[in-house]
């Protein structure tokens, strides 16, 4: 195989190069359904607060059942939980494009298939981002971390773009079929990689044993404690905007799917391009800061945000949100991962999981019932100002986080039979 560049080194490993282009394609396909989701809910009800419990109901069971997904992430094959997980998502898009496409869907089919993919995802994503870190070398977990960052955000600038042309052209069940196809490539992907059955010593232990040691160790290690709350915290009221998006696009714009599609791909545009920045990284040394930073910064670029009246000013300072916002979640995840032992992955990971993805299902709530009252700009402007306050005390109390960070990191580097280096990655 030709070298590869620095910023690509990870995809050297086989696996690793299959699990990307898989869920490169899966993904375009999801951020399309995404799209096209939200799109016919706010069509047939022109409600936000039926937008905020659409999110509500199709996040709310990763914060639920994620701790389970956690520990069957631990206990069983990785490799065999996605596929299973994989299969149930395609079978889901497959049953919302039939529904569709033949003209009888309805609000309650859409909130039960949401909900249904949430439980699909209760256990694929802790189990996708631990076996993201068995794909590749310790030494490249940080590139493959970021490179799978860039590849997810490709995915947000190409999937929300197509869908705004399609739903225009063709209608929302086009998308959810395309959706529905789309995960062949990853399923496809998963069944020819060659994954060894690793040990698995968890398997004696009760599963309640099991989700309080992965909640026990996430709380009592003060450098994850820190970094799942902030994330949490963004998650919250940070990114609640996404789900306000339709009604900014049509209520405050005057635009349709198409403007929708390119708000969308804007803040894809700049979280790829944090997420390609992190790739240049050799080391994990400083990303405590640039955690600290992001997070106030994509509260600051929220509340530009939320002042615009223009269209095209909108997708600008959108551009800036989204790479600060996949900075502060890239560098957290990557932190996390370079800290924890292998045998806790899939447990911390779905702590991890509910801090980002189960935490967002609260504040899809909470901005759907806070933009009635208060209109949708304000409520984005509200959560950037909260955003701002979490990164500046995250970043008041790094200096009593970079030992206990530097400890942990050695400590793995050792375990994983690598010299332990002096790292201090809360700190440049």
Known sequence: MMPLPAALRALHSRNYRLFVAGQLVSLIGTWMQSVAQSWLIYRFTGSAALLGLIGFAGQIPIFILAPVGGVIADRLNRHRVLIATQSAMMVLAFALAALTLGGVVRE?????????????????????????????????????????????????IVGPAIAGIIVAAFGEGWCFLLNAISYVAVIGALLVMR?????????HVSAWESIVEGFAYSW????????????????????????????????????????????MAASGVGALAGAALLTLRRHVRGLGRWVAISAASFGISLIAFSFSRVLWLSAVLLVPAGFFMMVEMAASNTLIQSMIPNRLRGRVMSVYSMMFMGMAPMGALLAGALAAPLGAPATVALGGAICIAGGLLFGAGLPHLRGPARELIVAQQLAAGSPGEEVTPLQE
């Open 108 to 156: 309650w089919h859409i909130f039960v298939l949401a909900t249904l993919l949430g439980i699909a995802n209760a256990f694929d994503i802790p189990t996708r981002q631990a076996f993201l870190a068995e794909t590749v070398s310790r030494d490249d977990i940080v590139n493959a971390i970021a490179l799978n960052s860039s590849m997810l955000n490709g995915a947000r």
């Open 195 to 203: 994954v060894e059955d690793a040990p698995h010593p968890e398997a």
């Open 220 to 263: 009592n290690t003060k450098p994850v404690r820190a970094l799942l709350l902030l994330l949490g915290l963004v998650s919250l009221m940070g990114m609640p905007y996404s789900v306000l998006m339709p009604v900014i696009a049509a209520g405050v714009l005057g635009g349709g799917p198409n403007a929708y599609g390119l708000l």
